[in-house]
DNA sequence: TTGCTCCTCACGTCACGTGAGGTGGC
DNA sequence: TTGCTCCTCACGTCACGTGAGGTGGC
């Protein structure tokens, strides 16, 4: 009797196994399907039978998932080929952190996106999208030392601040236009002290540093005063206020308004 | 001439759009098929043709992508549908941080297996399998704080100590073993100082902390000793064990030994 | 006979990659 | 006529979820 119960071999159904386990029947019956774990036993009428055997390989399968490895991934550890394991983990590993610092920058960007939406106005999906734009043409034109120094200044000078410098952006630039459209010669004092402002405000924006105004400038010569200012400053006017720059004396060339 | 100019749609082929924007065809292909990019117009033959609207349209696709959204997600807002972007950009971030502490938890799970698979002596597939039940085991029974105390204890010993413990715990149940199958009696002065030895093993385990006695306590009372140790106490052994800790005088219920 | 468990297809997921086989414009 | 670009199927990826329709043992 001893012996008999010894001999008897337990098996398990799949559905005691799937709520042993908590994996699902049909993930088990996928285990199946692509030889990870196919069970030693079947009935008369083809319901499977796992054996101890099989059990054992089960939680063996379970506790390489746990390592985010792929189930062919798995297969071959538990098969033994494939030599040692440790290239495979070593491996996974790599894969993670690429996956990890993937998310990390996507956390940012969402972070940074949604910290914006939260301060405009009109957190609409035009500003969503705008304000991607200005995102993804700085991340283009500014190091990401020159990026952390001018964020690191916005939230110096906080929200307010930023509305005001973004304020008289605008009076400046409608200033300018009047001036241009009534065709006023951009060597008049009026203009030059447009144009004195405009460095100041440019100078505010860069923080006077140098490398900062030259990825601006860049910017601004490689996609065009419209683009680079998001439709504020039309080339006619970039043209004009370059001109007012030079009668003002710099012969280094000007620059063009810096996006709030 | 201008004016002519002025009205010419200028019209982008696939191909010309997928050098430009670093998409494949494939992928134009595709947001054709899901509707996400319509081109607006194709040639006689069938050829799509992408106008500027098309274009612009991409270049904010490709921005939303930037941010991890589905391309559903991304129809629904440039749709405009789906009112503010903003909850779901929400959701998206905590996507992400779930995913991310995810991410985490398996990397320091592997760094720990590989670490571990470094010290072993044969880092095979069966040794790496082995080691992770232990993992899981333990991870059910200590508490993260408890876990973090003995990897911590561990550290500190440095893996010379550790290999001399378990060195040691090798022999007292070898020595153990042998006064068992002689049949000595557990009350026995030889048997006696084993189970001091025993006692003192268990208490450079704990490092003295009651909680982590206890937690080792219920590892063994629902593991059983068999499983609790890997297979180096038999259930028999360990019940001579715990006579003679009782024959010892302690009548509180004994220890089994700590898994090195 | 009625639940309950089990079975085998087979489609869907997500954003395309990768051929296969064929046509159109220089 | 020869490249080159473009076209439309259509299968494959990864680990299953989710029915559909049917059978077997208490």
């Known amino acids: 009797m001893a012996m008999a119960e010894a001999m008897a071999e337990k098996v398990w159904r799949i559905g005691d196994l799937a ?7 049909r993930a088990l019956h996928h285990y199946d399907e692509i030889g990870l774990l196919v069970p030693t036993g079947r009935t008369a009428s083809g319901h499977r039978l796992y054996s101890e055997t099989d059990v054992r390989k089960l939680y063996h399968i379970m506790a390489l ?3 985010g490895l792929a189930l062919g991934d798995i297969g071959s550890v538990l ?3 494939g030599s040692e394991p440790r290239a495979l983990l070593r491996r996974q590993l790599a894969a993670l952190e690429r996956q990890g610092s993937l998310i990390d920058d996507l956390r940012n960007r969402l972070t940074v996106i949604l910290d914006a939406l939260d301060k405009a106005c009109e957190p609409s999906a035009k500003t969503l999208v705008t304000t991607l734009e200005v995102m993804t043409r700085m991340e283009k034109f500014y190091t990401p030392e020159q990026l952390a120094q001018l964020s690191e200044r916005r939230r110096k000078l906080g929200d307010e601040a930023i509305a005001d410098a973004e304020q008289q952006w ?3 630039i ?3 236009d009047a001036e241009h459209k009534r065709g006023t010669d951009p060597s008049k004092p009026r203009v030059q002290e447009l144009a004195r ?3 100041e405000l440019i100078e505010a924006f860069t923080g006077g540093d140098e490398g900062i105004r030259r990825s601006l400038q860049t910017m601004y010569e ?3 005063p419209e683009q680079a200012s998001r439709g504020t400053v039309s080339s006619e006017l970039a ?5 007012a720059h030079e009668a003002g004396g710099a012969n280094r060339r000007s620059q063009p308004p810096a996006a709030p």
């Open 65 to 67: 998932r746990q390592l």
């Open 222 to 224: 490689q996609e065009g």
């Open 19 to 25: 709520r042993q386990t908590g994996l699902t029947v």
């Open 197 to 199: 402002r405009w460095k």
């Open 170 to 172: 605008a009076e400046l």
């Open 79 to 81: 098969a033994g080929n």
């Open 174 to 176: 409608a200033g300018l």
């Open 239 to 243: 043209d004009y206020a370059r001109r």
